[in-house]
């Protein structure tokens, strides 16, 4: 069981029997009220997304689902192709089910796949992924301030800031949870 | 390769908090003020239904300063600030951290009218330093600082820009939901707002009104939808506060919560506390607000998930 406090970006909960995804979520607290969890959800079967509010005792139940490990194979249109690793079962899943985990897949990429009563519904991506950067301004010598950016286009088409000193053609580390640039690779 | 360097960009942001905290001392300064510190361990935080202290041993993490600071007005000093950590727990947010930094201040011989007037002084003297203008810009909006501000009633702003009123509200229990949902967003557009006169059950610690004593003389202040400081007259008898808390306690009773010591030696010196107001602004916000921040975490240098 969660409690409302338990909720953030990316859980996935039991909401009126349908799994959902909490993909926008908000704290708010007026001075001496009690706390309150504005939440958007997305849900996981049909897609819709739905606004809803739960107070502290608020519980939920988390949603039920199974993970299998594969890899990205293709995309064809709005259809983003997999493999399961054991079975090489293919499945695919759509761009909306994908949501922003699109900004980081590469083909090859180990994914998790999350299955529903045995339906593929959500995608899983690993914390890290090292990504090629396509396009960049160049480094104007003498930028060292620390604390300065700016942006560059990765191999995914995914905008991003990074520090002054990162040059087209260079790998560089993202965090896929909160999109943001870690640190540069080297290979 | 320096890997906080998240950490590196938020320069900017600490280098205009620090200012700004500088300028809020001056301010004080300025006016007589006593800076004063008052111990963050506590035995007895005021009890209040929505705020959980967390434990220190047998003791408690302040909450807020509120119950030292008043011990100091009752013993004498009538013009004191404080800038401080309080603790709270299981509020984490864009607007929120378990730890944060309060400024309170107390003055004796003012009401809550007189204090609002103080806190448009304060900010025109902030943006003035800060900026040299009587004006600054937030998320895309300017917000005009002068003098007077926007005041509003909770019940108008219930009646203007709710479904229901103020008080089907509260006999609903939506006053919370529809505070937040309807009412916030249109506060402070343009120029920040007070919202007052509070119902009397949401101002623990806060005088009624002599004309009604279903409300309580206790305000807000929004700046861009933004909560920034909530301030009051304060309630001077000690036998009405008891009451207060203990229907604070049998709150968080029936909720299932942890029930507070009563706070017994400020009780005492309610008798001494002569007629006064104060309020809590918070720093982080009000340093959002100076350095164009959506979020509290871009004015901290750490959140607490990055420790």
Same mark, same amino acid.
């Given at each position: 069981?969660?409690? +409302?406090?338990?909720?953030?970006?990316?859980?996935?909960?039991?909401? $009126?029997?349908?799994?959902?995804?909490?993909?926008?979520?908000?704290?708010?607290?007026?001075?001496?009220?009690?706390?309150?969890?504005?939440?958007?959800?997305?849900?996981?079967?049909?897609?819709?997304?739905?606004?809803?509010?739960?107070?502290?005792?608020?519980?939920?139940?988390? +949603?039920?689902?199974?993970?299998?490990?594969?890899?990205?194979?293709?995309?064809?249109?709005?259809?983003?192709?997999?493999?399961?690793?054991?079975?090489?079962?293919?499945?695919?899943?759509?761009?909306?089910?994908?949501? $922003?985990?699109?900004?980081?897949?590469?083909?090859?990429?180990?994914?998790?796949?999350?299955?529903?009563?045995?339906?593929?519904?959500?995608?899983?991506?690993?914390?890290?992924? $090292?990504?090629?950067?396509?396009?960049?301004?160049?480094?104007?010598?003498?930028?060292?301030?620390?604390?300065?950016?700016?942006?560059?286009?990765?191999?995914?088409?995914?905008?991003?800031?990074?520090?002054?000193?990162?040059?087209?053609?260079?790998?560089?580390?993202?965090?896929?949870?909160?999109?943001?640039?870690?640190?540069?690779?080297?290979? | 390769?320096?890997?906080?360097?998240?950490?590196?960009?938020?320069?900017?942001?600490?280098?205009?908090?620090?200012?700004?905290?500088?300028?809020?001392?001056?301010?004080?300064?300025?006016?007589?003020?006593?800076?004063?510190?008052?111990?963050?361990?506590?035995?007895?935080?005021?009890?209040?239904?929505? @705020?959980?202290?967390?434990?220190?041993?047998?003791?408690?993490?302040?909450?807020?300063? &509120?119950?030292?600071?008043?011990?100091?007005?009752?013993?004498?000093?009538?013009?004191? !600030?404080?800038?401080?950590?309080?603790?709270?727990?299981?509020?984490?947010?864009?607007?929120?951290?378990?730890?944060?930094?309060?400024?309170?201040?107390?003055?004796?011989?003012? *009401?809550?009218?007189?204090?609002?007037?103080?806190?448009?002084?304060?900010?025109?003297?902030?943006?003035?330093?800060?900026?040299?203008?009587?004006?600054?810009?937030?998320?895309?909006?300017?917000?005009?600082?002068?003098?007077?501000?926007?005041?509003?009633?909770?019940?108008?702003?219930?009646?203007?820009?709710?479904?229901?009123?103020?008080?089907?509200?509260?006999?609903?229990?939506?006053?919370?939901?529809?505070?937040?949902? *309807?009412?916030?967003?249109?506060?402070?557009?343009?120029?920040?707002? !007070?919202?007052?006169?509070?119902?009397?059950?949401?101002?623990?610690?806060?005088?009624?009104?002599?004309?009604?004593?279903?409300?309580?003389?206790?305000?807000? @202040?929004?700046?861009?939808?933004?909560?920034?400081?909530?301030?009051?007259?304060?309630?001077? *008898?000690?036998?009405?506060?008891?009451?207060?808390?203990?229907?604070?306690?049998?709150?968080?009773?029936?909720?299932?919560?942890?029930?507070?010591?009563?706070? *017994?030696?400020?009780?005492?010196?309610?008798?001494?506390?002569?007629?006064?107001?104060?309020?809590?602004?918070?720093?982080?916000?009000?340093?959002?607000?100076?350095?164009?921040?959506?979020?509290?975490?871009?004015?901290?240098? !750490?959140?607490? &998930?990055?420790?």
């Amino acid at each position: 069981m969660y409690t +409302a406090s338990d909720l953030r970006k990316g859980l996935r909960i039991m909401l $009126d029997d349908d799994p959902y995804i909490v993909v926008d979520f908000q704290f708010v607290k007026p001075g001496k009220g009690q706390s309150l969890y504005r939440c958007k959800l997305r849900n996981l079967l049909v897609g819709t997304m739905v606004d809803r509010t739960f107070r502290e005792v608020d519980t939920f139940k988390p +949603a039920d689902m199974q993970e299998k490990t594969m890899q990205f194979l293709y995309r064809e249109g709005d259809h983003y192709n997999f493999m399961d690793t054991e079975s090489y079962e293919q499945i695919h899943l759509m761009e909306e089910q994908i949501g $922003d985990a699109k900004n980081f897949l590469i083909d090859n990429m180990e994914v998790r796949i999350l299955l529903f009563r045995d339906r593929p519904i959500d995608i899983t991506l690993p914390n890290f992924v $090292d990504l090629v950067v396509t396009e960049a301004p160049p480094w104007i010598k003498g930028d060292t301030v620390s604390g300065n950016y700016k942006p560059v286009i990765l191999e995914t088409g995914y905008k991003v800031a990074v520090p002054p000193f990162i040059e087209q053609g260079e790998k560089i580390r993202i965090d896929t949870r909160s999109g943001e640039y870690l640190t540069r690779v080297k290979e | 390769m320096n890997t906080d360097w998240k950490l590196s960009r938020r320069k900017v942001a600490l280098e205009t908090r620090a200012a700004l905290i500088q300028a809020v001392r001056e301010f004080f300064l300025s006016r007589n003020y006593l800076e004063v510190e008052t111990p963050q361990r506590i035995p007895a935080p005021a009890p209040e239904a929505h @705020i959980d202290a967390f434990l220190s041993e047998e003791w408690f993490l302040q909450t807020s300063p &509120e119950v030292c600071m008043k011990r100091m007005l009752a013993a004498g000093y009538p013009r004191i !600030f404080q800038i401080c950590r309080c603790f709270r727990r299981h509020e984490r947010g864009d607007r929120h951290l378990p730890e944060f930094t309060m400024l309170e201040w107390y003055r004796a011989g003012i *009401d809550y009218h007189d204090l609002m007037e103080e806190c448009e002084d304060l900010f025109l003297f902030l943006v003035g330093k800060m900026r040299g203008e009587r004006s600054l810009e937030y998320r895309g909006e300017k917000i005009d600082l002068g003098k007077p501000w926007g005041r509003i009633s909770v019940r108008d702003a219930f009646d203007l820009f709710a479904t229901i009123s103020m008080t089907v509200s509260l006999e609903k229990g939506l006053f919370d939901e529809t505070l937040v949902r *309807d009412i916030e967003p249109r506060l402070g557009r343009g120029k920040p707002t !007070f919202l007052y006169d509070y119902p009397a059950a949401l101002g623990a610690l806060a005088r009624t009104k002599r004309q009604d004593k279903g409300l309580a003389e206790r305000f807000e @202040i929004y700046l861009s939808g933004l909560e920034i400081a909530n301030g009051f007259s304060e309630l001077t *008898d000690p036998d009405e506060q008891r009451r207060r808390f203990e229907e604070e306690n049998r709150r968080r009773r029936l909720a299932g919560k942890g029930v507070c010591p009563l706070p *017994d030696r400020f009780l005492e010196s309610l008798r001494h506390l002569p007629e006064s107001a104060g309020i809590a602004l918070g720093v982080d916000r009000l340093a959002m607000i100076f350095c164009d921040a959506s979020s509290i975490d871009e004015v901290v240098a !750490f959140t607490p &998930e990055e420790l």
